[in-house]
């Protein structure tokens, strides 16, 4: 290949192996399975931080008139500037839920044992346990990282791998959940205006990046990324939320029945679930919702429309 550099051009020789090299080294790393499982996984986390840009690129909702501060003031507490996309996007969602994801959820919840659907939800609450210590931790909340770390110890032993939930059965320690997005409020991060994220459902740019910040750090997602296995990360994330949609579907078809505008419903009822999880279940009264006063309070993480709460659906 560089037969026809002599003489004087040996330097160049030199330096085109030398470069020549380190590509090739360079193109044998980056072919590995494992490498390629890596760039799949890192480069969809890269595609929802491009995504959470261009929604704020996307078209507006027009101002109201300066002149009218009632309008003003609706304006800035709704906090939705990009309405009309939003909209575009819950159709999209809504067309999905209805189509695919509540099927599966009914026929989830209408056919498989109480029992087995019991084990699913304890095995999925155990799998997060990682991320949910590293929140507590990092929110300073002590007593609960404690709490959270004794389940998992119990629940991955006793509990067979964390199918059974021996922890809350014998010292009371019950599920709870934290992400990162809880954490960016804990340290003061606002949250952002309101976004409609696709099939993730509602969400802001805080909430938005603690999900894709929990995905990384899981060390389940990180051994199955370089183990290869990187299609296991979205199959898990897709059992939860059907687990989830399931235990919702009563409660949100009577809020779609009862509301008059179903998008503005579920973007209340989402800042409203959200600001209580970050308060730890104290309801926090920023998002007044009339009529919600019977809704159950074990509807879990992620409120679903196909999906309310896209934070707590970290895979």
Known sequence: MYSNLTGGDAGKKRLLVKHHMVWRFAYRRDTTPRSRAAG????LSRFAILLLAGLTMAGCAAMPDAKDPEAVADFEQTNDPIEPFNRGIFEVNQALDKGIIKPIALVYRDYTPAAVQTVVRNMLNNLRSPVIFANDVLQGKLRRAWETLVRFLINSTMGFGGLGNPAQDMVGFKFHNEDFG?????WGMPEGPYIVLPILGPS??????GLVVDALIDPLNIWLSNTDRSELIFARSAVRGIDERSRNIDVLD????SSLDFYASLRSLYRQHRGDEINDGQPTGNYPMPGLSGVSPDMGPGLDGPGLDAASRAP
């Open 40 to 43: 799949r996984f890192f480069g």
């Open 254 to 257: 009577e809020l779609e029945k």
């Open 204 to 209: 802001n740019p805080r909430d938005t990046v």
């Open 182 to 186: 809880q954490t960016l409020a804990v």
